[in-house]
């Protein structure tokens, strides 16, 4: 049997993890992976998450399971830090997953349940791992346009243009906040638009939010999701832990799906339920305990939303010293989109070949698609990476 195994495509951004920890060079810089560093380039274990796990460890009497959507004290916690007051609680099903690519897998599933025919449309580019799931379920894909490769912001008309030719019941993937790859997000009135095109239609939204409180603040990060959720008769939404609680290896994260009314909450619930249980079982609960009780402890949650504000502002300022140094070194204002861009990563827009170039000779390891995540930077390795950058003729 294991003969007929083929080997299967590695992940670019795995890849990329493995090539720069091999490589011996001192001086190298990761602006691969997304996964927040501070200026040491540490991957902090945040302070609320310290506090919670110590007061678990003191506090927590059993390891039994809990329920195959998990707690639904974290469903109703993630649930009000996502939506607000956006919708009725009783509309939503929710489920706990194995992080936020445990939701996005999940949702995947949820579609092919109930619509085998329906596809689903992603922004191009998207993150891979999207395209690389629905290939695997056998779900047909549709790109629509969404980076401006000359501006470097949202091709805004090439998007609609390309949505309006989903049929009824197509599924359209959306980020949240801070879009993966690029760092280019729809405003206020683009999310009302494309709400406004996707209920014409009959389209449903699924919505993936992985860095709530990366972008613009934790509320305002959550403003296209709950337009959309408050408007639009069903969604989906896939959502993360990873980043913002700073908790990546316990695998937290939460599928929720928004029905118009509590009828058709209830089978969603129990659909939720079942998928866990054919994938996994039941979810992990350590990294979804910690949070619960972040959010559910007024100091806990404060002191959590300080800390998530220092990175947000950290990652503002990098973001304006790189397009600073850009704009010294070549005059010119072209560099300009990394500090409107939002959330950990950017796209330069370049091509595949100056990324290489940029690898082989600075030791500066970026996504292929030219994806820079800003956290990887510091004050230090700012000006190192713009003339990297300019050397190098992007
Ligand atoms: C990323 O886009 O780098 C992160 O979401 C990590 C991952 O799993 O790819």
Redesign the pocket.
Known sequence: MFENLKSQPA?K??MLMQAFREDPRENKIDL????YKNAEGVTPVMRAIKAAEHKLWEEQTTKAYVGLAGDPAYSDAMIKLILGDAVERGNVAAAATPG??GAVRQAFELIKMANPGARVFVSDPT???HVSILNYLNIETVVYRYFDRETRGVNFDGMIEDLKTAQKGDVILLHGCCH??TGANLNAVQWQEVINLLNERGLIPMIDI?YQGFGDGLEEDALGVRLVAANCPETLIAA?C??NFGIYRERTGLLMAVANDAGGQALNQQTLAFLNRQNYSFPPDHGARLVTMILNDEALRADWAAELEETRLGMLTLRQGLADELQRLTGSDRFSFIAQHRGM?SLLGTTPDLVEKMRVDNGIYM?GDSRL?IAGLNAKTVPILAQAIVDAGV
Do not use: H
């Open positions: 992940d951004i795995l691969g992976v997304g996964v936020g690519t993150w891979p791992n993966n790859p992985a993360s990873s980043k990563f996504v995540n």
